[in-house]
């Protein structure tokens, strides 16, 4: 129903910045809003950011406050997370996902989010 391709992945030095971007495309309408996860090798898939489609609203994972900045643009059905003062300990697979359903909380929960893109590989190195 909704396909999401990630891109923008690589290798970082620390304190270097990276642009993800996320391009949804497929039964678009139906979403509320998007996020960005990520998963080190070896540890549970983790919350980074969100965001509402319609309202702009974002949410952050504590550790990434004043780094990380999460954007969208409606008319290319496309999310960014925009990587600054990078740490070695970023390193990790970065997937995109999607919410189809309205939320009056927190947007973190990972079962909000039903549809996926493949992940991309963010490497970080000191």
């Known amino acids: 129903q909704v396909q999401l391709v990630e891109s923008g992945g690589g290798l970082a030095q620390a304190g270097g910045s990276l642009r993800l971007s996320c391009a949804a495309s497929g039964r678009t309408f139906s979403t509320y809003g998007m996020g960005w996860f990520r998963q080190a090798p070896g540890k549970e898939r983790e919350f980074v950011a969100a965001i509402s489609w319609s309202s702009g609203n974002t949410e952050y994972a504590d550790y990434v406050k004043g780094r990380l900045t999460i954007s969208r643009d409606n008319a290319k059905n496309t999310v960014y997370l925009q990587m600054n003062s990078l740490k070695p300990e970023d390193t990790a697979v970065y997937y995109c996902?999607?919410?189809?359903?309205?939320?009056?909380?927190?947007?973190?929960?990972?079962?909000?989010?039903?549809?996926w893109g493949q992940g991309t590989q963010v490497t970080v190195s000191s």
């Open positions: 996902a999607v919410r189809t359903s309205i939320v009056f909380g927190t947007m973190a929960s990972l079962t909000l989010y039903p549809y």
